[in-house]
């Protein structure tokens, strides 16, 4: 029976064979990797990664495609976890001693911001992450600092990850087609990310860029100097996205060490 997207779960299907083989190629799955798919959907990548892999772990939270999964493939081969993403914890997939999960999928669009946030917490374990994303959400992630892209995504991925735009996936690639492009975006986690506190530094952040507009001396003033900005290496007259993830980080270091 035809399965009808369901537009809250913010389903659009990868149809395009061609696509489809470009991002295995990116992927480049390797029979022993631990490896997990997010929204697998119709299954159109999930069967692509079988052929290479010898056990793959899936991720849904459509009920009526979990059971099409699970008539669909050998249950040796795929392990089905019917649960939300934003709740489902990453870590209890089972990873050979000496190796790191890799994470692939189809991110739905309206979620896509707070699963990476979510999946950044197990970053240590991971290898590598290959996703589809609204083009738009790709470009902030991988921004260099002085761009208009560059913000609050940019700066809290790329202190863990380096990030990396693959290619541009048109909307006719997709049943139903999105009103956007989507892009497949490489992370790959940074073995030794920049000691910092993860909530003063998104605390640092966040304020910087809610108000973006304003230099950096004004958009934080509730929390640092002027003084204390020059301290940490940042011109007070510089705004927001002028400011590289280090000098952020920086920001964020003095503030622990201010407030204890």
Not at 40 to 64: I, N, Y
Request: glycine content about 4%.
């Amino acid at each position: 029976m035809k399965h009808i997207p369901r537009k809250r779960f913010g389903q659009n299907f990868l149809t395009d064979q061609n696509v489809l083989l470009d991002i295995m190629r990116a992927i480049d799955p390797q029979p022993q990797d631990a490896m997990v798919e997010i929204g697998p959907g119709l299954a159109a990548m999930t069967g692509m990664l079988l052929k290479s892999v010898k056990q793959l772990h899936v991720v849904e939270l459509d009920r009526d495609l979990v059971t099409r999964l699970h008539k669909q493939f050998d249950p040796a081969r795929l392990t089905v976890h019917s649960a939300d993403a934003l709740q489902f914890d990453f870590s209890s997939i089972p990873v050979p001693a000496g190796q790191k999960l890799r994470v692939v999928g189809n991110l739905p669009y309206n979620i896509s911001s707070p699963l990476l946030f979510h999946l950044a917490a197990i970053a240590p374990q991971v290898q590598d992450q290959h996703f589809m994303l609204q083009k738009e959400v790709v470009e902030r992630m991988a921004a260099a600092p002085g761009s208009k892209t560059f913000g609050r995504l940019s700066v809290m991925l790329q202190w863990r990850y380096r990030i990396e735009m693959m290619f541009i996936v048109p909307p006719t690639a997709f049943d139903p087609p999105p009103r956007v492009e989507s892009a497949i975006v490489r992370m790959v986690p940074l073995a030794q990310p920049m000691a910092c506190e993860q909530k003063r530094l998104e605390q640092v952040v966040t304020k910087a860029f809610t108000q973006r507009r304003k230099v950096i001396r004004n958009s934080v003033s509730e929390l640092l100097s002027e003084n204390e900005l020059v301290d940490c290496g940042v011109d007070p007259q510089a705004r927001p996205e002028a400011v590289a993830v280090e000098q952020f980080v920086a920001l964020a270091n003095y503030l622990t060490k201010k407030l204890g």
